[in-house]
């Protein structure tokens, strides 16, 4: 079954005044596709282009120095790199580059990292590199491009994570208190979600490891293979971390009292990179793959992948904490007829 596996939207302004609205959609079955809604004068026009055969599920727009924008997209199934060029109207140009990365050996998950498998790519938040965690090669990949043409991307020393971790999903955090920039990563295999501390150099970035914690927290450690963490996300506060666990968790969930529940984790975030256990949740369903806070992080969407349903929670922004059933929610519960993968409040 086809299925989208993420999502972009951007505006541009084309040479002759008019606004255009670019939807970028990436199916599982190899096609980027471009949506473009244009309007001017005489009304709007909607245009649909095919290009790419990447299989991409992760995907980022940077912008040069020179004000030049392309689109990087990272490639699970086919474990490739690709920056194609985006015009001024926002329509995409043939690939300017593909890479596709190999390991100096396996990891020990043979199962999962008997290759490279990249799950997502990042900009880093000063906009000067592409960043991409490889779960098959228990690294995050560093890549620079090309101040001009966009292309050649140019790979620098990674981010080599635990062995058997797995990096899937992270996201780049600054405290109250400082300067700092860190890093969350969720390991997939591990169940482990860590923290690191990042340094910009002129070779490219630095990483020490500052903590490292199991996903459902240090009294309830399950095997490993057992609770496999998916997404990763800050509340709009930048005081939480949500993580959720996917596949099989369910059926080791300290929560599944409530019923049959993969599970959600919550971490208070310390100044210094460390994080506190707050809370674990039922996700309301099996293999919450994806989650989304609405701006007030008051409400939880959370995609069930297994049995297609959106589960809206509803969450106290000064606790952090999730409202669970026990306590009046879900807000809602949403049926689909399909493996639910992304939600994305409109707001």
């Not at 939807?23 to 244009?38: E, F, P």
């Not at 228990?138 to 966009?150: G, K, Q, S, Y």
């Not at 293999?287 to 297609?308: C, E, I, M, W, Y």
Request: charged residues 20%.
């Amino acid at each position: 079954m086809r299925h989208f596996g993420i999502l972009l939207l951007t505006t541009a302004l084309g040479a002759t005044g008019s606004k255009a609205i670019n939807l970028y959609a990436a199916t599982s079955d190899g096609n980027l596709t471009s949506l473009s809604l244009t309007g001017s004068d005489s009304g709007n026009n909607l245009t649909v282009s095919i290009t790419a055969p990447l299989s991409g599920v992760s995907h980022e727009v940077f912008t040069t120095e020179a004000g030049k924008r392309g689109f990087a997209t990272a490639s699970y199934n086919q474990s490739a790199i690709s920056v194609i060029g985006l015009g001024e109207d926002g329509a995409l140009d043939e690939p300017l580059q593909i890479i596709r990365p190999t390991l100096e050996t396996t990891g020990p998950v043979i199962s999962r990292q008997d290759r490279s498998y990249l799950h997502q790519v990042l900009v880093d938040p000063k906009g000067e590199y592409l960043v991409m965690n490889d779960l098959g090669g228990d690294r995050v990949r560093i890549l620079n491009w090309d101040a001009e043409n966009l292309a050649p991307l140019t790979e620098l020393e990674p981010l080599r994570t635990d062995a058997g971790s797995g990096p899937r999903h992270g996201v780049f955090w600054k405290p109250a208190t400082s300067d700092d920039l860190y890093y969350f990563v969720v390991g997939e295999l591990s169940q482990y979600v860590y923290s690191y501390k990042i340094t910009y150099t002129d070779a490219g970035l630095t990483w020490t490891k500052i903590f490292e914690i199991p996903g459902l927290g240090f009294e309830n450690e399950v095997p490993a293979l057992t609770s496999p963490l998916s997404e990763i996300a800050l509340s709009p506060d930048n005081k939480f971390l949500i993580v959720s666990h996917r596949d099989v968790s369910f059926t080791n969930s300290t929560k599944r009292a409530s019923g049959p529940s993969d599970t959600l984790s919550t971490f208070a975030i310390n100044q210094d990179g460390t994080l506190d256990l707050l809370q674990l949740a039922p996700s309301g369903g099996w293999s919450p793959r994806h989650f989304a806070l609405n701006k007030a992080g008051d409400l939880l969407a959370v995609g069930h992948q297994t049995n297609k349903t959106v589960v809206i929670w509803e969450r106290d922004p000064e606790t952090g904490k999730i409202v669970t059933a026990e306590d009046g929610g879900p807000a809602a519960i949403i049926e689909l007829s399909g493996a639910v993968v992304c939600t994305i409040w409109d707001e």
